[in-house]
């Protein structure tokens, strides 16, 4: 009795039930659920309890391998990553020791390098259903999958060839998702009115429905038969008959228009007006602003938004360097003694000090003579 208490207790310590002992066939191991001549279906269990992330926060990671046509399953526990074969459930996992810092990219790398590689389930063919179970009393990560790779290589054959008695006679359903993309590719390029009714029909079998922009398109492409000119008869002229002059029309008398000298000055002034456009004045090349254009110039161009867009990044950077050389300058020669004292608070430049003691001196001295 000391002994069973014993080797319970160490088996409380160790984080493993007695649940687990007797279900170890069927915990941690992929199962067969069901197979037909179209699907795989299998099913695992794998205890959650010191189950760690794997990528990207998930406690789990599908790769596949495209060589052998293997779908695997990544699982991080304490002693390191484990994948276990969904496509080969008999095979044993495959382990990669944890050294002691492993990184995710690392990871990857080395199941890479043995062919496996992330898995895209929708374009291999596979369907997955992963979520939180209680197994007999002990808390798992369920995990199950179905291939559909068989089933939709027969589809994709019947669409491709267009001959929808391929598959007529499976009853099998295939999830849409596998076959859509595949479906419309060749739905576009459908030839003949026939090609399009093989492909409605494997539609309504699948129940996809095709959309309307496909439909309104014309099903029969004809080329249209090249026309021939019609041959022209000459016909003679009909004698037109004789008419008759008609009556003299009057002449129409002339009105004398008095003559008015300030109507003919203003028409020849609306004559004479010149309408040349009015030239705009030549805009001055980058040169002429990075060397000689003064500080009002230079500011005055810089704020223009169409000399912004019309210079690069590092040209409006030069220039922009250059108004601010200038605008320390102007203030050197030109500003008052508290423009001085902010600039140099900023820029920390010596010439502004030594022009601020001069200017402090200038002032002692008229202030002495005052």
Do not use: W
């Amino acid at each position: 009795m000391r002994h069973f208490l014993l080797v319970t207790i160490l088996l409380f310590l160790s984080g493993c039930s007695i649940n687990q002992l007797f279900l170890a066939d069927e915990i941690d191991k992929v199962n067969v659920v069901k197979y037909t001549p179209y699907i795989k279906h299998h099913r695992a269990y794998f205890v959650r309890e010191h189950l760690k992330p794997v990528y990207k926060k998930q406690k789990y990671l599908f790769l596949y391998h495209a060589k052998k046509k293997d779908l695997g399953l990544v699982l991080h526990r304490k002693d390191g990553y484990y994948l276990y074969h969904f496509t080969k459930p008999d095979a044993s996992p495959l382990k990669l020791k944890k050294r002691r810092r492993i990184t995710q990219h690392q990871m990857l790398r080395s199941f890479s390098k043995a062919g496996y590689k992330i898995a895209n389930l929708t374009r291999e063919g596979y369907s997955a259903k992963v979520g939180l179970r209680r197994y007999k009393g002990i808390k798992t990560l369920m995990v199950e999958t179905k291939n559909y790779q068989k089933l939709k290589k027969l589809y994709e054959k019947a669409i491709r060839s267009y001959n929808a008695s391929r598959v007529m006679r499976i009853h099998t359903p295939l999830p849409k998702k596998f076959i859509y993309p595949y479906f419309l590719y060749y739905y576009k390029r459908a030839k003949n009115m026939q090609q399009q009714k093989q492909l409605q029909a494997i539609a309504s079998k699948l129940h996809i429905t095709i959309p309307k922009r496909y439909l309104r398109k014309k099903s029969i492409k004809t080329i249209a038969p090249k026309r021939t000119k019609p041959v022209l008869k000459l016909k003679t002229p009909a004698k037109t008959p004789i008419q008759k002059p008609a009556a003299k029309v009057e002449k129409a008398t002339s009105v004398p228009v008095p003559h008015n000298p300030v109507v003919e000055d203003t028409v020849q002034e609306e004559e004479e007006v010149d309408l040349t456009p009015v030239q705009e004045p030549p805009v001055k090349p980058y040169n002429y602003y990075l060397h000689f254009a003064s500080l009002y110039e230079l500011s005055n161009y810089l704020d223009d938004p169409q000399s912004r867009y019309s210079l690069s990044h590092e040209q409006y950077r030069i220039l922009k360097r250059r108004l601010t050389h200038l605008q320390e300058e102007n203030i050197l020669r030109e500003g008052s003694l508290e423009s001085l004292i902010a600039a140099y608070k900023q820029n920390k430049n010596p010439r502004f000090k030594q022009r601020i003691l001069e200017l402090m001196k200038k002032k002692q001295e008229e202030e002495a003579k005052n």
